[in-house]
């Protein structure tokens, strides 16, 4: 079946730091790839997507590429902000599958 | 624009108890509608999801159920509470036209039973 595995968190880092968050899947079909973003005590909302091999997903300053020859989505952004501290979300949905599956989220907390 | 909004935000109810969430999404139609649980420090478990009104898919069995009788609005009920079913409780909506379609969420529902 469909799986998405993401790096342990917590993350930490400094503010202005160079951010990675690794998330690597498997399907069966040809999936769609997304990242959400969860603040603390609010819902998900959808950060960045792509559809197909090669595409970037970038929004806010966040930037994913869709890697099929490594099956990996893999975040990143240049320079953190303390506000980008969230619990974030790698999901895909695959072909004939009407639901997302999530990964389990990996936390990011961003010091000044 | 689209918005979807869940009520309570927030929910404490004894073991054995009933529960009733809802759910309403505006601005769209024929949506297709999602029910997740998140267990506290880990990821979205996936409960119900529906494609049109009365027309309900069950992904894990429990006690637990989802009834959708309007085009946009989603209910999540149970008749007797359990411990194990504490958690942060998701709706999301999506559109029809295929896998690329993203899930929008929204503000959740913590439950907590004593």
């Known amino acids: 079946g469909d799986s998405v595995t993401q790096m342990e968190g917590p993350v930490t880092l400094s503010e202005e730091a160079f951010l990675t968050i690794n998330c690597t899947y498997t399907?069966?079909?040809?999936?769609?790839l997304f990242w959400y973003v969860q603040y603390p005590g609010e819902g998900l909302q959808l950060l960045l997507k792509?559809?197909?091999?090669?595409d970037k997903g970038s929004n806010k300053g966040f930037e994913a590429t869709y890697r099929k020859e490594t099956t990996s989505f893999h975040l990143e952004k240049g320079s953190v902000q303390v506000s980008d501290s969230a619990v974030y979300f790698c999901?895909?949905?695959?072909?004939?599958?009407?639901?997302?599956?999530f990964g389990s989220g990996t936390r990011l907390q961003v010091q000044p | 624009s689209q918005t979807i909004h869940q009520w309570p935000a927030t929910l404490v109810q004894p073991v054995g108890s009933p529960l009733s969430l809802e759910c309403t999404v505006e601005?769209?139609?024929?949506?297709?509608l999602y029910w997740y649980r998140q267990a506290a420090g880990r990821g979205l478990q996936l409960l119900f999801y529906?494609?049109?009104?009365?027309?309900i898919s069950s992904e894990v069995p429990q006690n637990l159920s989802a009834s959708r009788p309007q085009d946009r609005q989603f209910i999540l009920s149970s008749k007797k509470l359990l411990l194990s079913d504490s958690g942060f409780y998701l709706c999301?909506?999506?559109?029809?036209?295929?896998?690329?379609?993203?899930?929008?969420f929204g503000d959740g529902t913590r439950l907590s039973i004593l």
């Open positions: 999301a909506w999506s559109g029809r036209q295929g896998r690329n379609q993203p899930q929008h």
């Open positions: 399907a069966t079909g040809y999936p769609s």
């Open positions: 792509a559809t197909k091999a090669d």
């Open positions: 999901a895909l949905a695959d072909t004939g599958r009407r639901a997302l599956t």
């Open positions: 601005g769209t139609s024929n949506p297709n």
């Open positions: 529906s494609v049109g009104i009365g027309q």
